[in-house]
Structure formats: structure tokens, C-alpha cells
């Protein structure tokens, strides 16, 4: 149990155009997702907490105009980078409190090259 | 910096060996977890430990946690190749988001 599913897995876009990524729970109810981001051979920098119908919570620094969240359902949000830039290639992975034993289960992860 | 530091920053051992990493954080926490990760996947939890516990034991892994030095580390026993990974520590800190560390890239030589 406590499944977080992440889509897509890899994207590659083109500058100027906007990816979505989807991180669902799949056996759980989440009010609460986590959005990290991680460079190559780098660790885990927390970018937002994302509150199901709410605004999402922003860490220091980072651009809530570039990276907008959603969490419209108790099971699904979504980062939407906009305007990718080659500088936004990295990997993003999510993560949701799932009230368990663990408390958080983590996605698999979204590698996300622009060109 | 809102991350911990973990040390060393890469090891690499044969196989059969243990490895020791070590975490260190900056706040009081309410627990501190152990995740691996292989190369370009998701994180795959290990070990949780909380803020009144010294020590726990898992299969191979033996964590420890010593609040008053802030530092925490996990030991791999009788290493495998397959353990070959990079290891994070993330500490929750009441406020219900995890602040993961350095991380430690531990090559284990067949």
C-alpha cells in the first residue's frame, strides 16, 4: 500500500514551452505533497509544499510564476513548469504524506532535459 | 543551508565490507529517516528513527541517533554489490516536510 505514482517518468521540451508532471496517490488520501528538485549527483532541495485546496507553499527562492502547483484533488497534483529553459533540466520527484507507519511515500521521479 | 551534511561524500568498498555513512543536521527534529537511491530513480525508504530512540536495526542496517551531537549514521553490514546506491538522511523537523542531506555515494566492488 501507499503507492505514489509519478508521470511522465522522462520528458524532453523544447525552450520556451511548458511541462506538466502529474504525482498521484494511488491507495491513499494526500492533503499534503512535497515537490523536490535534484541536480546530477546532487541531493534533494524541497521546492513547495503543495496543500490540496490551496495555494501551494514556496520555498525561499524559488519562482511561483515558474513553477505553478496544483492540487486540486485529494489524490492528484501537479508542478507545470513554464517556459522551460534549458536551466530547469533536472530531476523532480514527489512525495505525499500518507499518515502511515513511514508517513511519506516518495514518486519515482521525472527527469526533465530542455533543449 | 537549509541541508544537512553527510559524510563522506563517496565511498567505495568490496564487497563483504561494511559501510558506515554519517548524517549530521542543524535543528531539533522530531524523527530522522534513511533513504536510498539508486542511480536516476526515486527514493526508496530504508529506516526511520525518532527523536527518543539511540538506535535501530533492520535486516543489515543499524542506524543510530545521538540528538545531542545532531548526528545520526547508518551502517550497512556485510555489503553487496546490489547496495551500490547513493544514501540521503532527511530530518523531519515538526513541520512536516523533510530536509534531506549531502548524500553518500557508496560504490560496493564485486
Known amino acids: 500500500g501507499a503507492v505514489v505514482s509519478q508521470h511522465p517518468s522522462r520528458v524532453i521540451c523544447k525552450s520556451g514551452t511548458s511541462v506538466k508532471i502529474e504525482c498521484r496517490s494511488l491507495d491513499f488520501q494526500a492533503t499534503t505533497m512535497f515537490w523536490y528538485r535534484q541536480f546530477p549527483k546532487k541531493s534533494l532541495m524541497l521546492m513547495a509544499t503543495s496543500n490540496e485546496g490551496s495555494k501551494a507553499t514556496y520555498e525561499q527562492g524559488v519562482e511561483k510564476d515558474k513553477f505553478l502547483i496544483n492540487h486540486a484533488s485529494l489524490t492528484l497534483s501537479t508542478l507545470t513548469v513554464t517556459s522551460a529553459h534549458p536551466e530547469d533540466s533536472s530531476f523532480y520527484i514527489c512525495?505525499?504524506?500518507?499518515?502511515?507507519?513511514?508517513?511519506?511515500?516518495f514518486g519515482s521521479g521525472t527527469r526533465l532535459t530542455v533543449v | 543551508s537549509q541541508q544537512g551534511e553527510e559524510d563522506p561524500q563517496a565511498l567505495s568498498i568490496q564487497e563483504g565490507e561494511n559501510a558506515t555513512m554519517n548524517c549530521s543536521y542543524k535543528t531539533s527534529i522530531n524523527n530522522l529517516q534513511w533513504y536510498r537511491q539508486n542511480s536516476g530513480r526515486g527514493l526508496v525508504h530504508l529506516i526511520l528513527?525518532?527523536?527518543?530512540?539511540r538506535e535501530k536495526h533492520s535486516g543489515r542496517l543499524r542506524v543510530t541517533l545521538d540528538t545531542s551531537k545532531k548526528s545520526s549514521s547508518l551502517l550497512i553490514t556485510a555489503s553487496r554489490a546490489a547496495d551500490t546506491a547513493s544514501y540521503f538522511c532527511?530530518?523531519?523537523?515538526?513541520?512536516?516536510?523533510?530536509?534531506f542531506g549531502t548524500g553518500t555515494r557508496l560504490k560496493v566492488l564485486a
Open positions: 528513527i525518532r527523536s527518543n530512540e
Open positions: 512525495s505525499a504524506r500518507n499518515g502511515g507507519r513511514y508517513g511519506y511515500t
Open positions: 532527511a530530518t523531519d523537523e515538526g513541520t512536516y516536510k523533510y530536509i
